[in-house]
């Protein structure tokens, strides 16, 4: 290792170092981050997750009341603009809220983990207006308190969420000869099935077959939404009748039951192919892209002894050797350097100054925007074609003026940057996730935009931070000698920062 410990684990294993936060010290450190904050209590959804199942519900209600409203046209537009734009706010502030989770947390390998899990399991806010409720739920209660359990509760746990049910359209799925499919004329949707081995479990080119996706559709029949409640249903009327076989094993028979799909998903969970894709996909996401195939197999094998205990798998992959060497082989992707960056700037009492700013300016932001969009009280309509001298903007106006500004400083260092970087929060592009590899993410265009970002942030942030000790403070012994000199020379305190966000290391993991 030609790092030190903390450097390297804050760096590869986390999101970066922070001033004045002690970075982990021991794999101990590392591990205890998983099984210490497993029930620990995200900042999202706002509100906490009683709140956004009310929330949710009454998103429901009111989308109903719409539709069967006697009024025009025109007014159920009104309406349902109104409620999406309710939506966007709270999805708004929601995704501000995991920004900075990431920031302020002292556990960034948890922090990781919680990300790449979401990513391995990608529902998305886009897929409808409730949606953008229920997919930072999602994260907060599906995907967190199980990292660090067995495989097989966090697969049951993600697969049975509405979040995923409703963006792979299990909740369209009826088996074609049940009661309930043949009365309602429709038939199997395969996405949930499919998906279920491609992604989730085997992965492609494992060698299962399109019978076996069929299948595994079969058996999740009978799982869906109770659109009610907003919960998961399991309806054996609409249950494909039988029993199916999926990779050699049958499940079902005459009378189906949750667990039929609920064995499917077990074994899936403990099989040696699941063991080695996933295993594959965290040595990717954490140290290169084309990882050891021993660190593989000692992380597969982990998985085989313990039937897939995750704590395990992340410790094989802590000792390997080759989690310790060859600093940088991996990219930043754009969540990663922007909380990264962040974290960095972040000196200061309590939270941290960057903390303070950000929060202060995503929890009125439906105020601002609602503000903006009003016209001005003592506005009036030019007269006869003449421009009307405008009076000197009073006091109230020019706060409001001041906290507009502020507002969309927020917004373009946080979303605003994640969306021009190509990883808006809780919206990939596919069922797949976002792009893992250096390629997709050091391109010409990214670095312009990380530069920029680099350069407001630093506008923003710098305070009277020396370059010298910011540089040693967020790169400490990661910092390459030719960094160390430009930095040095840099001709104001600015562009100093804005070098050491922008230097090769810092890009890098």
Do not use: C
Request: charge should be neutral.
């Amino acid at each position: 290792m030609s790092l030190s410990f903390p450097t390297m684990a804050a760096i590869r294993f986390g999101y970066g170092l922070r001033p004045g936060v002690a970075p982990p010290q021991t794999k101990d450190d590392l591990i205890g981050q998983v099984t210490l904050v497993a029930n620990g209590v995200p900042g999202f959804p706002v509100g906490g997750i009683e709140a956004r199942h009310t929330a949710i519900l009454d998103l429901q209600d009111r989308l109903k009341q719409i539709r069967q409203a006697d009024g025009d046209d025109l007014t159920r537009r009104q309406q349902r603009r109104l409620l999406q734009r309710r939506a966007q706010v709270l999805f708004q502030m929601d995704a501000n809220a995991r920004l900075m989770q990431a920031v302020l947390s002292p556990d960034g390998f948890n922090e990781r983990l919680a990300t790449f899990w979401t990513n391995h399991f990608s529902t998305s806010a886009a897929k409808s207006l409730p949606m953008r409720l229920i997919v930072p739920l999602y994260e907060a209660e599906a995907i967190r308190p199980y990292m660090g359990a067995k495989f097989a509760t966090l697969l049951r746990s993600a697969t049975e969420h509405p979040s995923m049910l409703i963006y792979l359209d299990q909740a369209q799925s009826l088996g074609p000869d049940s009661k309930g499919g043949m009365q309602r004329n429709k038939g199997l949707n395969e996405n949930l099935g499919r998906e279920l081995l491609e992604l989730h479990t085997l992965g492609a080119g494992s060698g299962y077959t399109q019978a076996d996706v069929r299948s595994a559709a079969m058996v999740l029949t009978g799982l869906t939404v109770d659109q009610q409640a907003m919960e998961t249903a399991f309806r054996p009327q609409i249950s494909e009748p039988g029993a199916h076989e999926v990779l050699g094993v049958s499940y079902g028979g005459a009378k189906r039951t949750r667990k039929d799909y609920l064995a499917m998903l077990d074994d899936l969970a403990v099989n040696p192919k699941t063991a080695a894709h996933i295993s594959r996909k965290l040595a990717v996401h954490f140290i290169s892209d084309q990882p050891p195939q021993e660190m593989i197999e000692a992380m597969s094998e982990a998985w085989k002894k313990t039937d897939g205990d995750l704590t395990a798998v992340y410790r094989a992959m802590l000792d390997h050797p080759a989690a310790w060497r060859d600093e940088g082989a991996k990219a930043r992707q754009p969540f990663d350097f922007i909380v990264t960056g962040l974290r960095a700037l972040n000196s200061g009492s309590g939270a941290g100054d960057v903390a303070a700013f950000m929060q202060a300016y995503q929890q009125d932001d439906a105020d601002n925007d609602e503000m903006m969009a009003m016209p001005k009280k003592d506005a009036a309509p030019a007269a006869d074609g003449q421009a009307m001298m405008q009076a000197p903007p009073s006091p109230e106006d020019e706060a409001r003026i001041k906290r507009r500004k502020a507002f969309q400083m927020a917004r373009a260092l946080g979303q605003g940057a994640l969306r021009r970087m190509g990883q808006p929060t809780w919206l990939p592009p596919s069922p797949a996730g976002f792009e893992e590899s250096f390629s997709a993410w050091i391109t010409a265009s990214q670095l312009s935009e990380r530069l920029s970002w680099a350069r407001r942030a630093s506008a923003q942030f710098a305070g009277d931070v020396d370059p010298r000790d910011f540089l040693k403070a967020t790169l400490a012994d990661a910092a390459r000698d030719e960094t160390i000199r430009v930095v040095s020379q840099a001709p104001n305190r600015v562009s100093g920062l804005t070098l050491v966000l922008a230097s090769p290391e810092f890009n890098r993991r």
